[in-house]
């Protein structure tokens, strides 16, 4: 499992936004976990002033119950510490990886990362998630959550398309003995 955050603008109709100072965004903070598929496994959305570390424990420990197979995770410099790599252990009793950047501070695609980025580059694409409009912070993760629904919808959608037209060549060659249709 990744777990990463990112940062992001909101605009003056918003009650629950906070300051990021490491990023300098006046917004909110989305904290999510995503498996090897870059698939959502948890999601938090808080204040932009919530460190990582502490959304990110806070994420695991409200979806703990859910995660319980989950033997290693992966996070990036920002979640450095013994006093965290020791919360994920008593939380979800997993290993935890820093994952080190370059230090030459050069564009290199870091092993398994990028899944995450892929991750959020998926929810970029949705106009209602660029900049947070909503009011409250659970609006703002249910837009996130349908987002991701969406796309599993349309991608269902394509694997359903694609099944139809496989079903229809076989059954146009005609059925063997072991064809289960029969």
Avoid at 51 to 58: T, V
Avoid at 82 to 102: G, P, S
Wanted: hydrophobic share 40%; charged share 20%.
């Amino acid at each position: 499992m990744i777990v990463d955050a990112q940062s992001v603008k909101t605009t003056d109709l918003t009650k629950n936004s906070g300051y990021d100072g490491g990023k300098k965004i006046s917004g909110i903070k989305r904290h999510m976990a995503v498996d090897i598929n870059g698939l959502p496994q948890a999601i938090l959305v808080t204040r932009a002033n919530v460190s990582d570390r502490s959304g990110a424990l806070a994420m695991l420990s409200l979806a703990s119950q859910n995660l319980e197979l989950v033997q290693h995770v992966m996070v990036d410099g920002g979640y450095t510490g013994n006093d965290f790599a020791d919360q994920m252990k008593l939380i979800l009793n997993a290993k935890t990886t820093v994952a080190k950047r370059n230090e030459l501070h050069m564009f290199t695609v870091l092993p398994q990362r990028w899944i995450i980025e892929r991750s959020w580059s998926w929810l970029d694409k949705c106009r209602r998630l660029w900049k947070n409009c909503e009011r409250a912070l659970n609006s703002s993760l249910q837009m996130v959550v349908l987002a991701f629904l969406k796309m599993f919808l349309k991608d269902t959608r394509q694997v359903l398309r694609l099944s139809s037209k496989l079903y229809s060549r076989t059954n146009s060659i005609g059925c063997q003995e072991n064809c289960p249709s029969q």
